[in-house]
């Protein structure tokens, strides 16, 4: 079995549930949940993001198989499942448990955007699989910061990811920056210390895969609905930083 075949094997176990023991003192995450869809509503309330034909509730009923329910209607989704689950973990829709912006590309051929640049602008080539950001072949200034970013760049620590034509590289920023529109910066909604954004980053890359993509001329992507709809197996917070720390423990022993 190559390296890759024996991380994939680790990811796999993990994400469903197979790597670190479940602790029943745990808060669950139905109540992560919970917590997710209160602070959705207070950011809807507050005008900082809008209601998502995407928010749903995912749940098991009384014949053990699994429904979602979308504003009044229910259907059963038994067959989107992949996998089982512990218990004390909940399936989710990946739009449901993060916001995420989509990037863009100043018009290349207005040179305005691209003189006297300081802004580290980010593509695909750009990233580091698996790690962190720190330098961009190309940058706009702030010209295009402003029209095309609303003077706004991307925190350090923000986990990015590739959904067209390489679907799945992920990356954290380990400067602040923008992005193209081939990538889209992720939010989660709830962040304690940065659990969820390093939970996700071990593994978008997997989940993508079950993504709907569409062919484009030089490869795969993802649109705005495939992204929203890809199902995420959650884990209690407590329970997403021993499987992270696991992994990262686990990893290093694979390399030659």
Not at 45 to 64: H, Y
Not at 83 to 112: C, H, M, Q, V
Not at 129 to 155: C, E, H, M, R, V
Request: glycine share 4%; with cysteine.
């Amino acid at each position: 079995m190559t390296a890759q075949q024996l991380k994939n094997s680790i990811l796999n176990l993990a994400i469903s549930g197979k790597l670190v023991p479940q602790d029943p003192h745990d808060e669950p995450a139905s109540k992560l949940v919970e917590k997710i869809r209160k602070e959705k509503d207070k950011l809807i309330k507050d005008k900082k993001i809008k209601p998502s034909k995407f928010d749903s509730v995912i749940f098991k009923g009384e014949d053990n198989l699994h429904y979602e329910k979308i504003g009044k209607e229910t259907r059963c989704i038994e067959d989107e499942i992949p996998f089982e689950i512990p218990s004390s973990w909940a399936w989710i829709r990946l739009g449901n448990y993060i916001k995420y912006d989509i990037g863009k590309t100043p018009p290349r051929k207005e040179e305005e955007f691209w003189v006297d640049a300081k802004y580290p602008w980010i593509t695909i080539a750009d990233m580091v699989a698996d790690g962190k950001i720190y330098f961009t072949k190309d940058k706009i200034n702030s010209l295009a910061l402003k029209t095309q970013f609303k003077d706004k760049l991307i925190p350090a620590g923000t986990l990015i990811m590739s959904f067209k034509l390489t679907v799945g590289r992920v990356s954290i920023l380990g400067i602040e920056a923008v992005h193209n529109e081939a990538i889209i910066s992720i939010y989660p909604f709830i962040n304690d210390d940065k659990i969820a954004t390093n939970f996700l980053f071990k593994f978008l890359p997997l989940l993508s895969e079950q993504g709907k993509t569409k062919k484009a001329i030089k490869g795969n992507t993802l649109n705005s609905d495939s992204l929203n709809s890809i199902l995420l197996p959650l884990p209690p917070l407590p329970e997403q930083k021993r499987i992270v720390e696991k992994i990262e423990l686990l990893l290093p022993l694979l390399k030659p």
